[in-house]
C-alpha cells in the first residue's frame, strides 16, 4: 500500500510531495549563462570554467533598475550583499545543491556568519571590497585618519563621494558612532542627515562610483570615500596615494553568486561556483580584478606564484589583517526592506545618482 | 427487511460520526504539531545554541580587555537578540501548559541575569579589573547550570507531546469502523441474494465500492501521513537535535578554552579537553544521521570546518604550555576566532536545513488529513442514501 498511498493520496487531496532541500530539481542546458558586473573576471579563466559553452555578460544595469534577474535567461548572477539578502528574503534564489559544491567549505568565514543567511546556503561570495577612504598626501597636507576627515572644513569642496547609500549613509553612522552592520531607521536617517547637512555646506566635490579614481589622478579632489580595489589600480599609476580605514572603521561588501529561481542551468552553475572556489583559480583571479578574495587559500596560492603575484600576497588592501578586520562592518540591512528601499531612493535622488 | 435497512443506515451513520470524531482529533493533533509542538522543540535547539555562542563571544569580548572585541561583541549581542526571540516564538506556542510557562518566565529573568553579568564583567575589564574574571565564570554557570536545565525541561514535556501527536491510533480506529462496516454490507448484499435470488443490489453495490473506496484513501493517507512523520520526527528531528547538541558542546569547549586563556594557565585544562572530544564523537553522530547527499555534503563541511579549528585550538595549547599567553591571546582572538566561527555558522546551516525539512514534512502531513473530516462526511451520506434506496428497492419489489 506504500506505492499506492504516496500516489493516491496526492491524487485525491491534491497535495503535492514536500520538495525540500535535499530534493531539490538539478536542471541542465548545453548553455551557461552568467551575469556580472564589468572588469570582474579574468577573461582567460571564462571558457575552462565549466564544460558547456558560457554566455558571459557584463551588461548589469546600474542600481538594478529595469533588470529582470529571473527566470530561465540567467543561471548565475552577481548581486552585492544588500541585494543578495533582498532576494533571498523574497524566496527569489536557488538554495545551492551543496553536494555538487565540494569547493563551498572553502568560503572564508567573515563570509557565513551574515543573519541573512548563515551558513551560505543560498550564495557564495565572488569578490569582496572596503569602501574608506583615499587621499593623495600632497593635497590634504597632513595624514587623514578617521571618518569625520571626509567632514573636515579644510577639505571642504574637495572630498569625492561614492553614491551607493548602504556605503555612504553606512560611513556617516560609523562617525555617529551607530552600527552600520545593525542598521535602524533612526541611525541610518541620522546618517543622512549628516550627509545632507556637510553638502549642503559645499564639503563634497561630487557624488558618483568610480569617478573618484580618475579625479584623484588628476588631482581634482584631495580626498574621496573610495573602492579598495580601485585605489589598488590607481596605485599602480600613482603609489603616492594613500587608502585607510578609518579608526571608527570602515563598510566591507561583497558581491556574490547566487542562483536565480527558475535558473534552466543548475548543474552547470554549480560547476562555475565550484572552479572559481578552487584556491588557484581563485588566486588567478583575484590578481586580474585585484579585489579581495572570499576563498580561503588565496593568500598561500598567490604567494607560492612568486613575482607579482607574492606582492599582491602582502598587500595589507587584498589582505587586511586581524585588527583591520575587526573595523569593518558589513551593511545589515533593514527589518523593513519597503523602508530601506525608501531612503536609497531619497539618498539617490539627493546625491544626483538616481 | 425493513428493520436490517434502518440497522445498516444506522451503523453508517454512527461509523461517520465515529470517524468524524477521530478525523477532527487527528486533523488538531496534526495542526497542533505545526503550530506548536515542532516549533517548540526545534525553536528550542536553537536558543541553547544561541545562549552558547552568545557566552562564547562574551568571553572572547573580556579576553580582548579594555578594548574589547568589537566583532565578537556583535556576535554576542546578536546571539541574545536571536535567544531572546527565539524565547519568545517558545512561549508563543507552548500554549497552556502552565509549567513550561513557569519554566519559561525562569529563563526569561535568568536571561536579564546573564546580560548583567556580562554588562558588569564588560565594565571591569573596561576599568582594567581582574575581578571581572570572576563575574564572567558566574554568567557562564547561569546559562550552562541554570537556564539550559530549564530549556531541557520544556522540551522533555514537548517530546512527549510529540510522541502522541504522531501516534496513528485515530485512524486505525477509523479504519477498523469503515472495514466493519464494508462487512456489514456485504452480509446485507448476501442475504438479498439468498432471500430475493438477486445476483447484484446496485445500490448496495455502489455502497460497497464507495466504502472501499474511502478504505483506500484513508490507508493511502495513513500511509503517506507515517512516511511524513518518520522524516519529520526520525530524520530530521534527531539531525536537530544532534546539530544542537553538537553546537552546545561545541561552545562549551570554546567557552573553556578562553578561559583557559583569561587565566593565563600553562595548559589547557582537561576538562577542556574532554569537552572538545566529547564534541567530535558527537560530530560523527552528527555525520552518521545524514541521509541525503546534500546532508552528508553539508556535515562533511561541518568536520572540515571543526577540524580546522582544532588546529587552531592546538596551537593555543602549545602556547600556553611554552607559557607564551601573548601568543596563546593572539591565536584565540584571531585566526581560532575565525575558524570556530566558520564552523558555528556551517554547523547552523546544517540546522537550518534540518528544521526546513522537518517543517516541509509537517506541513505535508498537515495538508494531508485537511479534508479527511469533509470527506468522511460525505462518503457517510452518500452510503447511506445507497443503503436505504437499495433496500427500499427490494422492499417495493416484495410489496
Redesign the interface.
Given at each position: 500500500m506504500a506505492g499506492l498511498g504516496a500516489t493516491g493520496a496526492l491524487a485525491l487531496t491534491g497535495c503535492a510531495q514536500p520538495r525540500s532541500v535535499a530534493e531539490q530539481v538539478i536542471t541542465a542546458d548545453s548553455q551557461l549563462r552568467v551575469l556580472n558586473w564589468p572588469d570582474y573576471v579574468d577573461p582567460s579563466l571564462i571558457a575552462s570554467a565549466v564544460e558547456v559553452d558560457v554566455d558571459y555578460s557584463e551588461e548589469w544595469a546600474d542600481n538594478y533598475t529595469g533588470q529582470d534577474l529571473f527566470g530561465a535567461q540567467w543561471d548565475v548572477v552577481m548581486p552585492t550583499n544588500w541585494l543578495a539578502a533582498q532576494l533571498i528574503a523574497a524566496g527569489q534564489v536557488e538554495p545551492l545543491p551543496l553536494e555538487l559544491i565540494p569547493n563551498h567549505v572553502n568560503i572564508a568565514a567573515d563570509y557565513l556568519t551574515n543573519g541573512w543567511d548563515r551558513g551560505a546556503r543560498f550564495h557564495m561570495p565572488w569578490q569582496a571590497g572596503i569602501t574608506g577612504i583615499a587621499y593623495d598626501p600632497a593635497l590634504t597636507g597632513r595624514e587623514l585618519t578617521s571618518i569625520e576627515d571626509l567632514f573636515a572644513a579644510d577639505l571642504r569642496g574637495r572630498v569625492a563621494m561614492i553614491g551607493e547609500m548602504r556605503e555612504a549613509v553606512g560611513m556617516a553612522m560609523l562617525a555617529n558612532g551607530d552600527d552600520p552592520a545593525r542598521p535602524t531607521p533612526s541611525t541610518a536617517e541620522a546618517g543622512f542627515d549628516r550627509l545632507q547637512r556637510a553638502g549642503s555646506d559645499g564639503q563634497f566635490a561630487s557624488w558618483g562610483f568610480n569617478e573618484f579614481a580618475d579625479q584623484l589622478r588628476s588631482g581634482s579632489v584631495a580626498a574621496a570615500m573610495a573602492w579598495s580595489g580601485d585605489v589598488v589600480q590607481l596605485q599602480a599609476d600613482r603609489p603616492d596615494i594613500q587608502f585607510i580605514v578609518p579608526d571608527n572603521g570602515a563598510i566591507r561588501w561583497f558581491d556574490t553568486m547566487v542562483i536565480p529561481k527558475g535558473a534552466s542551468n543548475v548543474r552547470w552553475a554549480t560547476q562555475w561556483m565550484n572552479n572559481f572556489y578552487d584556491p588557484a583559480v581563485a588566486a588567478a583571479n583575484t590578481s586580474f580584478v585585484q579585489y579581495i578574495s572570499p576563498v580561503i587559500g588565496v593568500q598561500d596560492e598567490l604567494r607560492a606564484q612568486g613575482a607579482e603575484s607574492a606582492a599582491l600576497a602582502d598587500n595589507p588592501i587584498l589582505f587586511p589583517d586581524g585588527e583591520t578586520r575587526s573595523r569593518l562592518f558589513t551593511w545589515g540591512g533593514f527589518d523593513d526592506t519597503d523602508a530601506e528601499n525608501d531612503l536609497d531612493e531619497r539618498f539617490a535622488i539627493w546625491a544626483g545618482v538616481a | 427487511m425493513r428493520s436490517l435497512a434502518v440497522f445498516t443506515v444506522f451503523a453508517t451513520l454512527v461509523a461517520g460520526v465515529l470517524g468524524w470524531v477521530l478525523a477532527d482529533q487527528l486533523t488538531d493533533n496534526t495542526d497542533q504539531l505545526a503550530e506548536s509542538t515542532g516549533e517548540v522543540l526545534v525553536v528550542n535547539q536553537q536558543v541553547q545554541a544561541s545562549f552558547a555562542e552568545a557566552h562564547a563571544a562574551a568571553v572572547s569580548v573580556h579576553l580582548a580587555g579594555p578594548s574589547g572585541?568589537?566583532?565578537q561583541r556583535?556576535?554576542y549581542?546578536?546571539a541574545i537578540e536571536r535567544a531572546a526571540s527565539g524565547l519568545e516564538r517558545v512561549a508563543a506556542s507552548v500554549g497552556d501548559d502552565p509549567e513550561s510557562h513557569a519554566a519559561l518566565e525562569q529563563v526569561a529573568a535568568l536571561t536579564t541575569r546573564y546580560v548583567s553579568l556580562v554588562e558588569s564583567a564588560r565594565s571591569s575589564a573596561i576599568a582594567d579589573d581582574a575581578s571581572g574574571n570572576a563575574v564572567i565564570a558566574e554568567a557562564g554557570d547561569v546559562t550552562r547550570n541554570q537556564i539550559s536545565p530549564q530549556v531541557d525541561l520544556v522540551n522533555r514535556r514537548f517530546q512527549t507531546k510529540l510522541a502522541d501527536e504522531t501516534g496513528g491510533g485515530g485512524f486505525i480506529v477509523t479504519f477498523v469502523i469503515f472495514a466493519a462496516l464494508l462487512i456489514l454490507l456485504g452480509l446485507g448484499q448476501f442475504w438479498l441474494y439468498q432471500r430475493f435470488h438477486r445476483i447484484i443490489n446496485v445500490p448496495l453495490l455502489l455502497a460497497t465500492v464507495a466504502v472501499i473506496g474511502w478504505l483506500?484513501?484513508s490507508?493511502?493517507?495513513?500511509?503517506?501521513q507515517r512516511?511524513?512523520f518518520d522524516t519529520a520526527d526520525g530524520d530530521a528531528y534527531q539531525s536537530i537535535e544532534a546539530s544542537g547538541g553538537l553546537l552546545d558542546l561545541a561552545f562549551t569547549h570554546r567557552a573553556a578554552e578562553n578561559a583557559a586563556v583569561l587565566a593565563g594557565a600553562s595548559s589547557v585544562d582537561s576538562v577542556v579537553m574532554d569537552d572538545r572530544t566529547a564534541t567530535e564523537s558527537r560530530l560523527d553522530a552528527v555525520v552518521g544521521l545524514a541521509d541525503?547527499?546534500?546532508?552528508?555534503?553539508?556535515a562533511?563541511?561541518v568536520r572540515?570546518?571543526w577540524d580546522r579549528y582544532v588546529v587552531e585550538s592546538s596551537a593555543i595549547e602549545v602556547a600556553l604550555g611554552a607559557g607564551n599567553v601573548a601568543e596563546a591571546e593572539r591565536i584565540t582572538?584571531?585566526?581560532a576566532n575565525?575558524?570556530f566561527?566558520?564552523f558555528?555558522?556551517?554547523?547552523?546551516?546544517?540546522l537550518?536545513?534540518n528544521r526546513?525539512?522537518f517543517f516541509?514534512?509537517v506541513?505535508?502531513a498537515v495538508?494531508?488529513v485537511?479534508?479527511l473530516r469533509w470527506i468522511i462526511i460525505a462518503v457517510t451520506v452518500i452510503v447511506a442514501v445507497l443503503v436505504w434506496s437499495g433496500y427500499s428497492l427490494r422492499l417495493r419489489e416484495y410489496q
Open positions: - | 572585541n568589537r566583532e556583535r556576535i549581542e546578536s483506500v484513501y490507508g493511502s493517507v495513513y500511509v503517506a512516511q511524513a541525503t547527499s546534500r546532508e552528508g555534503a553539508l562533511g563541511e572540515t570546518r582572538s584571531g585566526s575565525d575558524a566561527n566558520a558555528n555558522a556551517t554547523a547552523e546551516a546544517l537550518l536545513d526546513q525539512q516541509d514534512e506541513d505535508y495538508d494531508l485537511r479534508w
